[in-house]
């Protein structure tokens, strides 16, 4: 199984951006699917972004596109979140997660994610 952990998050103020990175270690990264999702205080956990196992395809949520690009580098075992032009409604801890069984189109269920981070906190000040 793959184990992930992100970095990268902070404090910024409205209008910056900020650029999150998660290493995976322990399975072989370009045969999942990855995923980013957030969690603001009181709400539940949200899809942010996704991309296919080869990087071909990616998926935004409404909220962030535009202005979120994920990527990934099969070679290095990471996958980023460049957050750009970021909002006060931004707030929230941001997670990388794994999906090891969908291979084509958009996988936004916190469900469909069997391997996930502990979390980095992004801030977003008004």
């Known amino acids: 199984q793959v184990q992930v952990v992100e970095s990268g998050g902070g404090l910024v103020q409205a209008g910056g951006s900020l650029r999150l990175s998660c290493a995976a270690s322990?399975?072989?990264?370009?045969?999942?699917?990855m995923g980013w999702f957030r969690q603001a205080p009181g709400k539940e956990r949200e899809f942010v972004a996704a991309i296919t196992r080869s990087g071909g395809s990616t998926f935004y949520a409404d909220s962030v596109k535009g202005r979120f690009t994920i990527s990934r580098d099969n070679a290095k075992n990471t996958v980023s979140l460049q957050m750009n032009s970021l909002k006060p409604e931004d707030t929230a801890v941001y997670y990388c997660?794994?999906?090891?069984?969908?291979?084509?189109?958009?996988?936004?269920?916190?469900?469909?994610?069997?391997?996930w981070g502990q979390g980095t906190q992004v801030t977003v000040s008004s």
């Open positions: 322990g399975g072989t990264f370009s045969l999942y699917y």
């Open positions: 997660a794994a999906d090891r069984r969908t291979i084509f189109g958009s996988s936004r269920a916190v469900a469909n994610y069997d391997y």
